[in-house]
């Protein structure tokens, strides 16, 4: 059973248009959210987080948004650039290990 | 600062035969160590975790083991490889308290193939 789901496999979005990648959650108990961006061939690079605590964390021109009542969070690019093109995966912190999505593909068209 | 190693990047190896994967931190004292899978179009699966030097959690059965000899150092291992074992491993170090707790800092990884 996916704990952490990231519902669109891939996203295409226009240069400087805004990128929102979504990922939602099943358990209650997760407090700590996590963004993960990766490129082929590479290990995944930390991108931003967001407490529980929180609903709104922002971080130049990446903001993650968390919805608890919804179970829902969401990560917005603006403007997306060229080098955004990755996989980004969603994560959530519990019991010293990552619950992770299985990951959405953003393409930015030129 | 703390970086992390692993090695080979690449392996190509025959069914059947050992594997040995290496990962290494540096910069930071009793990390909590990761090795993850990815098979190809898919997400990052967990296979083993450890807390500790010779601690060590599977997350999944599985043709693999691993294990921790030093604080710093943890191994992947297989005595026989199967065609299914193919993927990218990555490790992973995340710290034991403070910011550093919940997030994960990976690897370049190494990319398996089994023929």
């Known amino acids: 059973d996916q704990q952490v789901k990231q519902n669109s496999p891939s996203l295409s979005v226009q240069e400087g248009r805004i990128s929102i990648l979504n990922c939602d959650y099943t358990?209650?108990?997760?407090?700590?959210f996590l963004w993960y961006k990766k490129y082929p061939a590479e290990g995944p690079t930390f991108l931003i987080s967001?407490?529980?605590i929180k609903d709104k964390n922002e971080d130049g021109r990446f903001t993650v948004f968390l919805n608890k009542s919804a179970k829902h969070l969401s990560l917005h690019i603006v403007p997306s650039q060229p080098g955004d093109s990755a996989v980004y995966f969603c994560a959530a912190a519990y019991n010293y290990q990552l619950i992770w999505g299985a990951g959405t593909k953003l393409i930015i068209k030129p | 600062s703390q970086t992390i190693h692993q090695w080979p990047a690449t392996l190509v190896q025959p069914v059947g035969s050992p594997l040995s994967l290496e990962c290494t931190v540096e910069?930071?004292?009793?990390?909590?160590l990761y090795w993850y899978r990815q098979a190809a179009g898919r997400g990052l699966q967990l296979l083993f975790y450890?807390?500790?030097?010779?601690?060590i959690s599977s997350e999944v059965p599985q043709n693999l083991s691993a294990s921790r000899p030093q604080d710093r150092q943890f191994i992947l291992s297989s005595k026989k490889l199967l065609l299914s074992d193919s993927g990218f491993y990555l490790c992973a170090w995340s710290g034991v308290s403070g910011s550093s707790y919940n997030e994960q800092f990976f690897g370049p990884g190494t990319r398996l193939t089994v023929l």
């Open positions: 910069g930071t004292s009793n990390p909590n």
């Open positions: 358990n209650s108990m997760f407090d700590y």
């Open positions: 967001i407490s529980s």
């Open positions: 450890s807390v500790g030097i010779g601690q």
